[in-house]
């Protein structure tokens, strides 16, 4: 039997545009999209250009709606380049047609009756998976779990993270139940890690370590407070994450260079080693060539960029010496450190290598 996914989006409302055509009840066909949880349209734009403007669109509550009728298959058919996947058209009651797939169709034939004369059995709402319209019937046995999702989509509680309880686990709004491991810090490069929400995901084969900024529209609802008894375990996984760091850049230091260290310490690379200066620039240190990068002159000139090869800062040097950069700038080096004070690293230049 075909199932449907169970994270389909089931919206509170819904719009309808319109462009004439042959072949359907009305002589108009709707193109359908939906308002968000955040009362946002969906699909907008394509939506606008597709419609005809000098007809009238409408909104309608998305309601359990009886009166549905199939028409007649469209599409399926493939011209050149021009490729139509096969649809079948559906009469909604509130007087507007409109396409739904052939996997749509066998899915409500599958649940429900087609009756000559009368239409489909049964009430109906419409959902979304992903960008794909679907109808679905009230009385398929997927229903009752994509109505009670989009309960709590429409109508979820405010959580805060501080109550969040470490171990539990909890309904993602894709329905997915995430174990809550901690709020930590992301990897995001040298000094860009921030803060988010990490979770383990229990069902996924691949990407097991979730993680988000914020809550909003991401948790719905607790499953279990409860501690996972592996909970130690998934921390192990978390830790082996490339999206998790263990650094806390409010402990990091940034430390001056001695002019022995900024003198061995760099390179002769054509985009050049990074230092910091007293202001937090970063900034960065390149051999000088006369004519072009690829030709390494044997001199002691250096320039200095204030991003990878451009030159956009007018205080920044040109064909210098290392002693008159470190004289100028006085350069640093970063050091980080983990949460609990462990050293991590010390990010100094050493031949060209941090």
Same mark, same amino acid.
């Given at each position: 039997m075909i199932g449907l996914k169970t994270n389909i989006f089931v919206p509170e409302k819904i719009k309808v545009g319109f462009q004439n055509r042959e072949g359907t009840y009305t002589k108009k066909l709707a193109y359908v999209i939906y308002y968000d949880q955040k009362g946002k349209l969906r699909k907008e734009a394509s939506w606008n250009? +597709?419609?005809?403007?000098?007809?009238?669109?409408?909104?309608?509550?998305?309601?359990?709606?009886?009166?549905?009728? &199939?028409?007649?298959?469209?599409?399926?058919?493939?011209?050149?380049?021009?490729?139509?996947?096969?649809?079948?058209?559906?009469?909604?009651?509130?007087?507007?047609?409109?396409?739904?797939?052939?996997?749509? &169709?066998?899915?409500?034939?599958?649940?429900?009756?087609?009756?000559?004369?009368?239409?489909?059995?049964?009430?109906?709402?419409?959902? +979304?998976?992903?960008?794909?319209?679907?109808?679905?019937?009230?009385?398929?046995?997927?229903?009752?779990?994509?109505?009670?999702?989009?309960?709590?989509?429409?109508?979820?509680?405010?959580?805060?993270?501080?109550?969040?309880?470490? /171990?539990?686990?909890?309904?993602?709004?894709?329905?997915?139940?995430?174990?809550? &491991? /901690?709020?930590?810090?992301?990897?995001? /490069?040298?000094?860009?890690?921030?803060?988010?929400?990490?979770f383990y995901n229990i069902s996924h084969k691949y990407s097991k370590i979730q993680h988000y900024k914020s809550l909003t529209n991401n948790i719905l609802d607790i499953v279990d407070d409860k501690c996972a008894d592996n909970y130690s375990s998934l921390m192990d996984e978390l830790t082996k994450s490339s999206y998790y760091s263990e650094r806390d850049p409010s402990k990091d230091e940034y430390v001056y260079y001695t002019l022995d260290e900024f003198k061995h310490g760099f390179s002769s690379t054509y985009y050049g080693d990074s230092f910091y200066t007293d202001e937090g620039e970063k900034l960065f240190v390149s051999k000088y060539r006369r004519y072009g990068w690829y030709n390494n002159n044997n001199n002691d000139r250096y320039d200095v960029y204030d991003s990878y090869r451009n030159r956009k800062n007018e205080q920044v040097l040109t064909e210098v010496t290392l002693e008159t950069i470190f004289t100028k700038y006085k350069p640093k080096y970063l050091v980080t450190y983990k949460s609990n004070g462990e050293l991590i690293k010390k990010w100094r230049n050493k031949h060209g290598k941090q």
């Amino acid at each position: 039997m075909i199932g449907l996914k169970t994270n389909i989006f089931v919206p509170e409302k819904i719009k309808v545009g319109f462009q004439n055509r042959e072949g359907t009840y009305t002589k108009k066909l709707a193109y359908v999209i939906y308002y968000d949880q955040k009362g946002k349209l969906r699909k907008e734009a394509s939506w606008n250009s +597709w419609r005809d403007k000098n007809i009238e669109d409408f909104d309608f509550i998305n309601e359990p709606t009886s009166g549905f009728v &199939l028409n007649k298959k469209a599409g399926g058919y493939s011209t050149g380049w021009n490729h139509r996947q096969t649809y079948v058209r559906v009469y909604d009651p509130r007087d507007f047609e409109f396409e739904i797939t052939i996997a749509n &169709l066998l899915y409500i034939l599958e649940n429900t009756n087609s009756i000559k004369g009368k239409g489909l059995e049964g009430d109906f709402v419409y959902g +979304w998976d992903g960008s794909d319209l679907l109808l679905i019937p009230t009385c398929s046995p997927d229903y009752s779990e994509i109505s009670e999702l989009n309960k709590l989509r429409h109508n979820k509680p405010k959580f805060n993270g501080k109550e969040l309880i470490i /171990g539990a686990t909890y309904k993602s709004n894709d329905n997915i139940d995430l174990i809550y &491991l /901690g709020r930590f810090y992301e990897a995001n /490069g040298e000094n860009k890690e921030s803060k988010a929400y990490f979770f383990y995901n229990i069902s996924h084969k691949y990407s097991k370590i979730q993680h988000y900024k914020s809550l909003t529209n991401n948790i719905l609802d607790i499953v279990d407070d409860k501690c996972a008894d592996n909970y130690s375990s998934l921390m192990d996984e978390l830790t082996k994450s490339s999206y998790y760091s263990e650094r806390d850049p409010s402990k990091d230091e940034y430390v001056y260079y001695t002019l022995d260290e900024f003198k061995h310490g760099f390179s002769s690379t054509y985009y050049g080693d990074s230092f910091y200066t007293d202001e937090g620039e970063k900034l960065f240190v390149s051999k000088y060539r006369r004519y072009g990068w690829y030709n390494n002159n044997n001199n002691d000139r250096y320039d200095v960029y204030d991003s990878y090869r451009n030159r956009k800062n007018e205080q920044v040097l040109t064909e210098v010496t290392l002693e008159t950069i470190f004289t100028k700038y006085k350069p640093k080096y970063l050091v980080t450190y983990k949460s609990n004070g462990e050293l991590i690293k010390k990010w100094r230049n050493k031949h060209g290598k941090q």
